[in-house]
């Protein structure tokens, strides 16, 4: 897409999680999703994978430090999502 983002449900999930409401675990599946891609990477020297898992985390890097400018941290930590 250009983004950083790899699809595995809209991104306007993350946009909800971030404004504090209840999303099913987006955040976690990034995270499974990227773990598969470094583990391809790391056990078979895949360097696409490494670029892939490398712009997405850039891409959930700046996603966080947004939301964190948008409606501080304190707000998060008494979210449903954490």
């Known amino acids: 897409m250009g983004t950083g ?5 809209p991104s306007e999930f993350f946009d909800w999680v971030e404004s ?3 999303v099913r675990t ?3 599946t990034i995270h499974k999703i990227m ?5 391809r990477y790391m056990f078979s020297g895949n360097y696409k994978a490494l670029d892939m898992v490398v712009v997405m985390a850039n891409y959930f890097s700046d ?3 947004n939301a ?5 941290i304190e ?3 008494l979210s449903p999502n954490e």
């Open 5 to 9: 983002y790899l699809p595995a449900f």
């Open 20 to 22: 504090i409401k209840v």
């Open 26 to 28: 987006p955040y976690y």
């Open 35 to 39: 773990e598969g891609l470094l583990d």
């Open 63 to 65: 996603r966080v430090k």
């Open 68 to 72: 964190i400018q948008k409606y501080i």
């Open 75 to 77: 707000k998060h930590w």
